[in-house]
């Protein structure tokens, strides 16, 4: 009986290690459920390559002067960015203002990471069949490790809801309200001046 007690003594695990050799094991199990959404791969966060730069265009539908309007902002490479907009029609005698933007990088690690998360660098696009004709119309380019990827205008759900979120971010947090505030009001004296002088 004495032999049979140390025998059981001198194979008893400790808790502790059983418990460190339990967490090893689960180890592999959960670094793939958090890298895991939607029973697919989420790739990990990183750092925007140096030729990262995004261009991002938007149109106003068709509309007659002086109610068109049109802007494209550009951002990158590196901490830069502008907004160009033009308050009607491009073509002689329309002006084009540009607005230079504070962009840090922070923004732009964050604008990479949706561009990541959001699987933005492919060319498999879903366009629609039989795009609708009139309205406003927005698409973007992406440059990244040497490779420039273009998201078409007019594309299917899935894909218009994966690309929504980086156009929500140019808008919304790259270019600050107080740039669109300055823009639209000098849009809206063009207009003025526009009618004014057709009006004579």
């Known amino acids: 009986m004495a032999a049979e007690q140390h025998r059981a003594r001198q194979t008893r695990v400790p808790l502790a290690h059983r418990a460190i050799v339990a967490a090893l094991a689960l180890a592999p199990a959960l670094a793939l459920a958090a890298c895991t959404i939607g029973g697919e791969p989420t790739p990990p966060p990183a750092e925007a390559p140096a030729d990262f730069k995004v261009t991002y265009e938007w149109r106003a539908g068709s509309m007659p ?44 690690k964050e604008l990479y990471g949706v561009v990541v998360q959001q699987r933005l660098l492919r060319g498999d696009w879903r366009e629609l069949p039989s795009p609708p004709v009139g309205g406003s119309v927005e698409w973007a380019v992406i440059e990244a490790n040497g ?54």
């Open 65 to 108: 002067p002086p109610y068109h309007y049109e802007y494209t902002v550009t951002v990158g490479p590196g901490a830069v960015g502008e907004v160009r907009f033009v308050p009607n029609y491009p073509g002689e005698g329309v002006p084009v203002w540009t607005e230079k933007l504070d962009v840090t990088p922070e923004q732009i």
């Open 147 to 200: 490779q420039k990827h273009t998201i078409p205008v007019a594309l299917e759900d899935p894909d218009a809801i994966a690309v929504a979120p980086l156009y929500e971010m140019v808008r919304a947090k790259i270019v600050p309200e107080a740039v669109w505030e300055k823009l639209q009001a000098q849009r809206q004296q063009y207009e003025e001046d526009y009618l004014a002088k057709e009006g004579q």
